[in-house]
């Protein structure tokens, strides 16, 4: 199984930048599926992107044109680009990555999460 670590969340004035990443470990062959998900208080987890090796990024509707997935794949690492950032954006962030091992086995791995906060 792979082991996910998130980094990059942290406070920001609304219309600022934020870049998540997250870095996935354990004798990866190949990364398949990529997404970010968030989760603000009192509210259900929602996917924000979505992307499969090959295939284009699809975004929620709420983060069209200001968030950027993306992937490092010699680094086994994923991105997520948040640009003018509001308020409403606040929540913790999680990355689920789903691929191959070395040993051709499947992994569904999820982050730790990382508390992103939009507030002047």
């Known amino acids: 199984q792979a082991q996910l670590v998130e980094s990059g969340g942290g406070l920001v004035q609304p219309g600022g930048s934020l870049r998540l990443s997250c870095a996935a470990s354990g004798n990866i062959r190949r990364i398949d599926v990529m997404d970010w998900y968030r989760q603000a208080p009192g509210k259900q987890r929602e996917l924000v992107a979505s992307n499969t090796s090959g295939d284009s990024t699809v975004y929620a509707d709420s983060v069209k044109g200001r968030f950027t997935a993306s992937r490092d794949n010699a680094k086994n690492t994923v991105y997520l680009q948040m640009n003018s950032l509001k308020p409403e954006d606040t929540a913790v962030y999680y990355c689920?990555?789903?691929?191959?091992?070395?040993?051709?086995?499947?992994?569904?791995?999820w982050g730790q999460g990382t508390q992103v906060t939009v507030s002047s």
């Open positions: 689920n990555v789903r691929g191959l091992t070395i040993g051709f086995r499947f992994f569904d791995s």
